[in-house]
């Protein structure tokens, strides 16, 4: 996992410019707007206007936004982040949009969560996961959701040429060098990231074993050069027991 303190200043170098970068980034990637991949993401949650829904590591807010111009959002909407710096730019982004949605924005980590057991109808997280301790954050996103409670998560996803065993000397020999040549705590992040990024076939079996059920992959995104990772749209429901 990233050092949190090494995500903290990557992302508050980042704030100010972050929907610029996502969506530079993503078009390099898999060839998609960042606007695409939010719409893309909010037409998988279920939306109703009795729901609390959860959205982890939400950055500047986007993806509460966007929910909120929904003709019937839900009944309330929370944002959760450790960088101060994106939550600042992710509460002028709720002024600016005029849409005077019912979104609150926390500062807290996915992996410690500030709320109760059971008290959240849905749990989102957007290309967040690689950057978290995932097995503690999925244990915290069951802690909190509600039996029958949905997660909806965006993931970049590794291909297989990354578990093949001259593709993992490649992708290790390539982030060391991307680390060295770019000397900023975003490029020690993402470099740190890249061993916590997983296969579909591991993103499943890891939902299974925190006990979601109904899982579904709704898209994936394919990444635009061979080495590039992917990513999946990935729901699940949280089942008994």
């Known amino acids: 996992m990233v050092g949190s303190n090494v995500v903290i200043d990557a992302f508050t170098d980042l704030a100010p410019r972050y929907e610029a970068a996502m969506d530079r980034e993503l078009r390099e990637l898999w060839g998609l707007s960042y606007k695409g991949f939010l719409d ?3 037409e998988t949650v279920p939306v109703d206007g009795s729901h609390v829904i959860l959205d982890v590591a939400t950055g500047t807010a986007q993806i509460p936004l966007t929910l909120a111009s929904l003709e019937a959002p839900s009944r309330a909407m929370i944002g959760l982040d450790i960088t101060p710096a994106m939550l600042l ?3 002028a982004n709720i002024k600016a949009s005029g849409l005077n949605p019912n979104v609150r924005l926390i500062l807290a980590s996915a992996m410690d969560m500030p709320f109760a057991e059971s008290t959240v109808d849905v749990v989102v997280c957007g290309l967040g996961m690689h950057h978290l301790d995932v097995p503690r954050a999925l244990s915290e996103i069951r802690r ?5 409670g949905q997660i909806v998560i965006a993931c970049v996803g590794a291909p297989s040429l990354w578990r093949s065993s001259i593709g993992g000397v490649l992708i290790r020999g ?5 680390s060295q040549a770019n000397r ?10 890249v061993s916590n990024i997983r296969t579909v076939t591991e993103w499943l079996k890891l939902l299974s074993d925190f006990g979601f059920a109904a899982i579904e992959i709704v898209s994936r995104f394919t990444g635009r050069r061979l080495w590039y990772p992917g990513a999946l749209l ?3 429901v949280k089942s008994v027991g």
Not at 144 to 148: A, E, N, T, Y
Not at 174 to 178: G, K, L, P, R, V
Not at 186 to 191: L, V
């Open 144 to 148: 909190v959701l509600r039996i029958g």
């Open 40 to 42: 893309r993401l909010v």
């Open 174 to 178: 390539a982030t060391f060098i991307y």
């Open 89 to 91: 730019q992710g509460q």
């Open 184 to 193: 900023s705590a975003r490029a020690q992040a993402e470099a740190d990231a």
């Open 234 to 236: 990935l729901r699940g």
